[in-house]
């Protein structure tokens, strides 16, 4: 009888997402006995973007048992407390949705209840900034690790990183290397079938070359060249609600002030990401071709630089929304073969870790079980649903009238999901979290609030505090946060002391 276990794991594609999963796979499957082989291509090379993260990274740098100075320094990575939302609500207007969370929950009840009862419906945009420390230091370019403060906020600042993707993957290529993945230079022409099972037998390269495995893990990119191209695992498209389709990037020159934090501009058809690292600024338009043009679109780009352009601006295509089998027989698809959501909210990254976290969940022992595999792509798909959800309601919630891209956006049929979300907000400020979904309460609060949807009353269950209690205890929240932030060194002495990416020696 053959063995049915999973003895040879073969990754197509070493982008983030290749080498993301081989580090992993290679670090937990270590006593498993399974041949890990990777397989890229010079020659296609990666999509090279994909440089903002959210706190989960955190997490999955821990697990890889990586030393996060030394992390920082290898990438030329910086902090990143959130993401600045600039002329989004409507021109002029700016918020921070930051990480962790506002304030404090009282009395068993939110914070976000006692915000409205306190605020009612008259404040601005950045009004909740003050609650979030993350916030304050984001604004005031201020950063550090949380320390071990009893109940102060700086014993619970989260945080995320930028840093380049390229060297990222450079890193944990290294790393899994050193763990013994072999990894093999050339392009995948051909995959071949299993005639009876459907299953993929191997794959061939250009050379001639032939890598059979039992598990096979396509982490190519946008072409998909298992799971779409051998395996057809179809496509849901969600561009109707999420138009942009293009992306123009360009690195530039740093700016005298290194921020901890994303920014996010809205454009006349798109949106626009800054994101500094320590030795340049990556900066990129996402628009819609619907809507406008390359030519227009490079040029707003290329006059909204902080300094001198570093490179060609490049160009990228995508269709937003995700396969829609993830898992197909013995393929499971990571990173961009397995969908695309444009990088609002910086998830990309982050779905490549979970989709390897939620693979090792059901990972495959005495041979593949049909309902691990449903469980999978269920799992996913929900994960997909909801983030498209949240990134929809930056657009929908606008009151922009500059452009035919923004009316449209406003006005469109959203998914039932956000509508019902939305519907709860508005009538008295209550935000409930599915099952697993990404984003919690603070993200919706961040974006609702930030683009000026107001619920009709506060939440009676805030009234458990008077309004003498309850003034008294927002302020001592704004002034504990405040003087916290007096602590923290600014995001450039922090690097500087701790992870200059000029004092990196290569291990
Ligand atoms: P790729 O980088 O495309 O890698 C594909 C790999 O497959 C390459 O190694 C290639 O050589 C190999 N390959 C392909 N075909 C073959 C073949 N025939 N034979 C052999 N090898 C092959 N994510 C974030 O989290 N934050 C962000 O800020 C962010 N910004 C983004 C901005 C844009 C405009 C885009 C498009 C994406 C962004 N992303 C972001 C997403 C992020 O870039 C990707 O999730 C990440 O880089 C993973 O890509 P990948 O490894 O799946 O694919």
């Not at 299953?199 to 059979?212: A, C, W």
């Not at 780009?301 to 570093?310: A, E, I, Q, T």
């Not at 993830?326 to 982050?350: D, M, Q, R, Y």
Request: hydrophobic share 40%.
């Amino acid at each position: 009888m053959t063995d049915p276990r999973i003895r040879k794991i073969l990754i197509a594609g070493g982008g983030t997402a290749g080498w993301m999963t081989a580090a992993v796979l290679s670090k937990i499957l270590k006593n498993n006995y399974a041949e890990i082989t990777l397989i890229e291509s010079d020659e296609i090379g990666t999509v090279g973007v994909g440089e903002a993260t959210i706190p989960q990274i955190g997490t999955f740098n821990r697990t890889l048992g990586i030393d996060e100075n030394d992390f920082v320094k290898a990438t030329q990575g910086s902090f990143k407390l959130g993401i600045e939302f600039v002329d989004w609500g409507a021109k002029g207007e700016r918020y921070i949705h930051p990480f962790g969370a506002y304030g404090l929950d009282m009395e068993g009840v939110s914070f976000h209840a006692f915000f409205q009862k306190y605020h009612g419906r008259n404040y601005g945009p950045d009004t909740a900034e003050q609650y979030s420390l993350q916030a304050v230091a984001a604004r005031r370019n201020l950063f550090m690790r949380p320390v071990n403060a009893g109940n102060s906020p700086l014993s619970k600042i989260a945080y995320a990183f930028h840093f380049d993707a390229g060297l990222y993957a450079k890193y944990l290529r290294g790393l899994s290397e050193a763990r013994g993945v072999t990894r093999h230079e050339g392009k995948i022409a051909d995959v071949a079938l299993d005639p009876e099972t459907g299953y993929i037998r191997n794959v061939q390269l250009t050379d001639g070359r032939i890598f059979e495995a039992d598990l096979f893990v396509d982490c190519t990119g946008f072409r998909g060249l298992l799971i779409e191209q051998a395996l057809n695992a179809g496509y849901n498209d969600w561009s109707h609600w999420l138009p942009c389709d293009r992306a123009t990037a360009v690195p530039c020159e740093s700016a005298a002030r290194l921020t901890p934090y994303t920014r996010s501009t809205a454009r006349e058809a798109g949106w626009q990401w800054r994101i500094p690292l320590q030795h340049r600024i990556g900066n990129g338009h996402v628009w819609s071709s619907q809507f406008t043009t390359e030519e227009r679109a490079t040029e707003l780009l290329m006059s909204n630089l902080d300094g001198k352009p570093l490179a060609e601006p490049r160009h990228l295509r995508f269709l937003t929304g995700h396969r829609k089998k993830f898992w197909v027989k013995n393929c499971v698809a990571i990173g961009l073969s397995a969908g695309f959501i444009e990088p609002l909210e910086s998830t990309s990254i982050h779905l490549i870790q979970s989709g390897v976290a939620k693979l090792l969940q059901m990972f495959p022992g005495g041979g593949f079980n049909q309902p691990d595999i449903d469980r999978y792509n269920r799992v996913t798909a929900f994960e997909y649903e909801r983030i498209r959800d949240f990134i929809i309601l930056h657009y929908h919630l606008n009151r922009r009238d500059d452009s035919e891209f923004w009316k449209y956006l406003r006005n469109m049929q959203i998914p039932d999901y956000l509508a019902d979300k939305m519907a709860l907000f508005e009538s008295h400020g209550r935000i409930f979290r599915e099952n697993d979904e990404l984003f919690n309460d603070t993200s919706w609060f961040a974006v609702m609030i930030g683009q000026g949807l107001r619920p009709r009353d506060h939440d009676p269950v805030a009234d458990v505090l008077n309004a003498e209690e309850t003034a008294a205890r927002m302020t001592n929240i704004r002034d504990t946060i405040a003087k916290a932030a007096t602590y923290m060194p600014t995001h450039e002495d922090f690097i500087a002391q701790n992870c200059d990416a000029r004092s990196y020696v290569a291990a």
